[in-house]
Nanobody, 127 residues
Framework: EVQLVESGGGLVQAGGSLRLSCAAS????????IGWFRQAPGKEREGVSC????????YYADSVKGRFTISSDNAKNTVYLQMNSLKPEDTAVYYC????????????????????WGQGTQVTVSS
């Protein structure tokens, strides 16, 4: 059974930082892609970032470029999302998702391409 477990969410003031983790069991990151998505109340789920674990190629939403960094530790089957300079508009439930296919700039935001999803972790940024 594949499980993805997110952690690291919490309450932080604007300008602060958090690091989210996504730990996988029953699924090897090696050669696959992991994405981070978020969903704020009343809004659709949106892609935040994605990394291809084979070569570390990463993609970011325009809204987080320069502030968020995704990384992968394949030996630990864990992907991280370092979030700096957080803004109130970053407040959302953050989900990690895994897929067995390589992602590209035109595909990584497509929810349907991800096979497995975590339960999410809440990130709240106060102003």
């Amino acid at each position: 059974e594949v499980q993805l477990v997110e952690s690291g969410g919490g309450l932080v003031q604007a300008g602060g930082s958090l690091r989210l983790s996504c730990a996988a069991s029953g699924f090897s990151f090696d050669g696959n892609a992991i994405g981070w998505f978020r969903q704020a109340p009343g809004k659709e789920r949106e892609g935040v970032s994605c990394i291809n674990s084979s070569d570390g190629r990463a993609y970011y939403a325009d809204s987080v470029k320069g502030r968020f960094t995704i990384s992968s530790d394949n030996a630990k089957n864990t992907v991280y999302l370092q979030m700096n300079s957080l803004k109130p508009e970053d407040t959302a439930v953050y989900y990690c998702a895994a897929t067995r296919v390589r992602m590209y700039g035109g595909t990584w935001k497509m929810h349907s391409l991800y096979d497995y999803w975590g339960q999410g972790t809440q990130v709240t940024v106060s102003s």
